[in-house]
């Protein structure tokens, strides 16, 4: 094309098309929105007992499995959250951040639900709050270990912080891809 003084203007480029469904997909498919779902069942921190029967520290509360045979004991974390005497502002900064981890964990599968169910979906704060999730749930974890002596007593895996490394692997796997076009941008 000419400019109005005849000099010629350099033709755009072609502009790539946009890409397929299958590379880039705006949803979470079945599979993914089935291991988000699933995550809220994997244990926040294993505690092992010793000679006692580990206990799982979930999102819902301990679960003990009985080491003696005793079968499995359980304590909900709503109830542990009402029978405490102190005020929650009072409560250790990892036991507060229980209803953080739980609630970034609901609001991720409810993100990737809505994916499936309504077909819509931001993949990108799908992936994101599992990123926080997993941050929420490491600091619960962390706070267990100091109160259950990670260190030279203990060792370091006195207690396995297991939903955080997996809801991190899940979320660099399935949205890696939609977490880095923010980082890019």
Known sequence: M???????RPAAEPTPPPASRSESPS???RVEWLLVVALLAVPMAVVPGGDDAPTLV????????????SGLGGYPVWAYFLDQPRPFATLPPSIR?????????LL??????????LGREDRRVTGGLLVL??????????????????GATAGWFAVLPASALV?????????????RGIAVR
């Open 97 to 105: 951040a229980w209803p953080l981890a739980l609630g970034f964990h």
């Open 133 to 150: 999730a997993a941050a929420a749930t490491l600091w619960v974890a962390a706070g267990l270990g100091v109160r259950f002596g990670v």
């Open 58 to 69: 979930s999102l819902w509360g301990f679960v003990t499995l009985g080491g003696d045979g």
């Open 2 to 8: 000419e400019e109005p003084d005849g000099a010629s």
């Open 27 to 29: 949803i979470s498919g």
């Open 167 to 179: 809801t991190l692997v899940l979320a660099v796997a399935a949205y890696g891809r939609d977490l």
């Open 108 to 117: 991720a599968a409810g993100s990737a639900t809505s994916g499936v169910a």
